[in-house]
């Protein structure tokens, strides 16, 4: 699983050092590629197997309902493989953009995927997360986490 948090800088061409606990986690996959897409103000990572899940998913739901079609056309449409070569992947131009990726970011990890966050939109996403975490987690007692 992706766990903690860590910040990262991207060089001028999009590379990003991947830590060595998320790359230990592709490694027992026997993996060596991540898939990104573009998600509300980051990214998320998956390893292809969760991936492969997702799109699964997907490819059963209806053509014809509206709401599905937008999920496809914006999460499943961005999704594009990254390998990891030298401890790095290269994210491309347009999911940095997307994304609002500049120079420094943070990676979140969500334990099936991890985020890449801009960090300056990282720190007031936390600041919110922060602040509704107390009622967040009565919710999450009724479900018995």
Known sequence: MFRGRSKHNLDEKGRLAIPA????VLEKKED???VLTNQHNCLWAFARDEW????ERAAELS???S???????????GAQECPIKQGRITIPPDLREIGGLRKEVVLVGELKLFEIWDKEEWEKEFRRTM????EVSQSLSELGI
């Open 32 to 34: 060596n590629c991540l």
């Open 52 to 55: 492969r899940v997702i799109e």
């Open 67 to 77: 709401a599905i079609n937008a999920y496809r056309r914006y999460f499943i449409s």
């Open 21 to 24: 606990r998320f790359k230990e």
């Open 63 to 65: 053509l014809f309902d």
């Open 131 to 134: 602040a509704k975490f107390p």
